[in-house]
């Protein structure tokens, strides 16, 4: 079991600069998860992808994340013009799809952004 | 507005006795249930699932689920030091999960 990948572990970055996460999610697990969050906070719903398909994203997200899945294995998440707001442990997490009860979420290890 | 609540503690334990931990969540039509425990700077981890009203144990962990009153909540039996963490809840939306801010458990040697 590999389990969920996430690159890279921690990011420290200035404002204004862009970053780029990646995702390698459990291999068989069609569903890929990304959360952001901060200190004493649940995650908080980024964006959801069902494949290579993004099924949705988050209202509060700005226009400067945006993040992909091309092949519907590995997936990329991208913040522009980075703001020291946007410093978080962004995690992503990966589940199988496939009727009801839902299937657990299994979380990788985050990417800490420091953004200074 | 769809709403998970537990109490933030941190709630404090001996070593040896039961921890409760709490959850209430706000949508009726919720149909999956899961306990994340997370570490200090690490991401969460799954503890326990759980689908349909009553009880369900896996070793020290037992979650128990009430759909008429809306919660659910965690218990760990035999306490350890290990076990202090923040434990999360969470509720199936649809695709997603929505989440609780967490409670943190601290277990006294």
């Known amino acids: 079991d590999t389990g969920v990948s996430q690159n890279p572990r921690h990011k420290i970055t200035k404002r204004g600069q862009n970053v780029t996460f990646r995702c390698d999610p459990i291999?068989?697990?069609?569903?890929l998860y990304w959360y952001r969050q901060t200190l004493g906070q649940g995650p908080e719903f980024l964006t959801y992808?069902?494949?290579?398909?993004?099924?949705?994203k988050s209202r509060l997200l700005s226009d400067r994340f945006s993040a992909e899945r091309p092949k519907g294995s590995f997936s990329t998440l991208e913040i522009q013009r980075t703001e020291q707001g946007d410093s978080a442990m962004y995690l992503c997490?990966?589940?199988?799809?496939?009727?009801?009860?839902?299937?657990?979420?299994?979380f990788g290890n985050g990417t800490r952004l420091t953004v200074t | 507005q769809k709403e998970v609540e537990q109490n933030s503690g941190p709630l404090s334990v001996p070593e040896g006795a039961i921890a409760s931990l709490n959850c209430t969540y706000s949508?009726?039509?919720?149909?999956?249930f899961f306990w994340y425990r997370q570490y200090s700077g690490k991401s969460p981890e799954l503890i326990m699932s759980?689908?349909s009203n009553g009880d369900k144990e896996d070793g020290r962990f037992t979650a128990q689920l009430n759909k008429a009153s809306q919660y659910v909540s965690l218990l760990i039996r035999d306490s350890q030091p290990s076990d202090s963490a923040t434990y999360l809840c969470?509720?199936?939306?649809?695709?997603?999960?929505?989440w609780g801010a967490g409670t943190k458990l601290i277990i006294k040697p």
């Open positions: 969470a509720v199936n939306e649809n695709y997603q999960l929505i």
């Open positions: 997490a990966s589940s199988l799809s496939g009727g009801q009860p839902n299937s657990p979420l299994h």
């Open positions: 291999s068989e697990h069609n569903r």
């Open positions: 949508d009726r039509g919720s149909q999956s």
């Open positions: 759980i689908y």
């Open positions: 992808f069902q494949n290579e398909a993004q099924l949705e």
